[in-house]
């Protein structure tokens, strides 16, 4: 079964850092591994999709890798906003199965 | 639609009562999700469609939870004789595809309160 781990549970951060949000997963069999954003009471949007033949996928200021081989993916957040405060999920789809399987997220807060 | 929807947003309802909870996937999306979150927790897997093939319920909690989908098209989630512990946020997501390549995209969520 894929557990699916996010590292750090919280991060507090000033504008302007630039952050690593890390996601960790038992199976390498995996088809993909998708991060999203989630705002308090909202749904999650999607931020960048990983193919499971890819490295790594980039969008504006995000940059996510992925190493299947160790079980790890990480999200960078170039020079952080406070806009870019959120939940940050981690899901992977595994090999067997067609269903994403999530991590608790890392909540993050960029404060001016 | 632009989007995957789901309606209503929030539903308060009475212990013992059912409720229906629907999703709207994006036009043309063939694989259908629905998660559960329970406030300050990880989303919970419930039930997958995908086409015409018969769903993966292994997610649902127990037998007083059901889901329909016809075709390619609307889903409701039913909840029977409701429970406090029912109440969460209900989010629904679509992808194009199942074989689990295509990216998901989920709704704003229906949030539950059994009272």
């Known amino acids: 079964k894929q557990e699916v781990t996010q590292i750090p549970a919280a991060l507090s951060v000033p504008e302007g850092e630039n952050l690593v949000l890390n996601c960790s997963f038992t199976?390498?069999?995996?088809?993909?591994l998708q991060w999203f954003r989630q705002d308090p009471g909202k749904g999650l949007t999607s931020l960048l999709l990983?193919?499971?033949?890819?490295r790594e996928q980039t969008s504006g200021r995000l940059n996510a890798s992925l190493d299947k081989s160790s079980g790890r993916s990480t999200l960078y957040i170039a020079a952080s906003q406070p806009g870019d405060s959120a939940t940050y999920l981690c899901a992977v789809t595994s090999g067997g199965s067609y269903i994403p399987t999530f991590g608790r997220g890392t909540s993050l807060i960029v404060h001016p | 639609g632009a989007g995957v929807s789901q309606s209503p947003s929030n539903k308060v309802t009475e212990k013992g009562k059912d409720v229906e909870l629907r999703c709207d996937p994006i036009s043309g999306h063939t694989a259908l999700y629905w998660y559960r979150q329970r406030l300050g927790q990880g989303l919970e897997f419930l039930i997958y469609f995908q086409g015409n093939s018969a769903p993966d319920k292994s997610g649902l909690p127990s037998d007083r939870f059901s889901a329909e989908r016809t075709g390619e098209s609307v889903s409701t989630l039913t909840i029977q004789r409701t429970q406090q512990e029912d109440s969460a946020v209900y989010l629904c997501?679509?992808?194009?595809?199942?074989?689990?390549?295509?990216?998901?995209?989920f709704g704003q969520g229906t949030r539950l309160t059994v009272v």
């Open positions: 199976d390498s069999a995996i088809y993909n």
């Open positions: 997501a679509s992808s194009s595809h199942g074989g689990g390549h295509a990216e998901a995209f």
């Open positions: 990983i193919q499971s033949s890819q």
